[in-house]
């Protein structure tokens, strides 16, 4: 089933395409060769959002517009300038397998920081304030 130009969801045979349900972080992570999930889909992806979203943020360094599935919307975003400037764009980027397909996500260490210097990609208002009071327990604050 088409997503965009060039990226399509396959359907296991026998399964609706109308009302299979498509997970968005692999989406997410073929909207650019690049693509790392971060910001508010990196903490959902690592189970430490007090909420899920509708949007899927990733970072990039390949210019993309927003594109939107079904009632979800995936936004790519520039890799942090400070990150860019420093020759360090995969600093804090995780790999992982996910039905058979690789994955990059920011570490819950970079995930925290993304969220402190772009609030406006992390959800809620609140999403920026609360970690700090657990944070010690999801990230390891000597690496930060």
Not at 17 to 26: A, C, G
Not at 66 to 79: A, D, I, K, M, Q
Request: hydrophobic share 35%.
């Amino acid at each position: 089933m088409p997503i965009r130009r060039g990226l399509y969801a396959s359907v296991p045979l026998g399964r609706d395409p109308d009302t299979y349900s498509v997970d968005p972080f692999l989406v997410a992570a073929k909207m650019a060769d690049d693509a790392v999930l971060a910001y508010h889909s990196a903490l959902e992806y690592h189970g430490k959002a007090y909420s899920v979203y509708s949007r899927t943020v990733y970072v990039s360094e390949a210019r993309s517009q927003t594109t939107h599935f079904r009632s979800h919307e995936y936004t790519g975003v520039p890799v942090p300038h400070a990150l860019l400037t420093a020759d360090e764009a995969t600093f804090g980027n995780a790999h992982y397998r996910r039905d058979g397909v690789d994955l990059r996500v920011t570490n819950l260490e970079r995930a925290f920081v993304d969220v402190l210097d772009r609030p406006e990609l992390s959800g809620s208002w609140e999403t920026p304030l609360l970690p700090p009071k657990s944070a010690s327990t999801w990230t390891n604050i000597g690496t930060l």
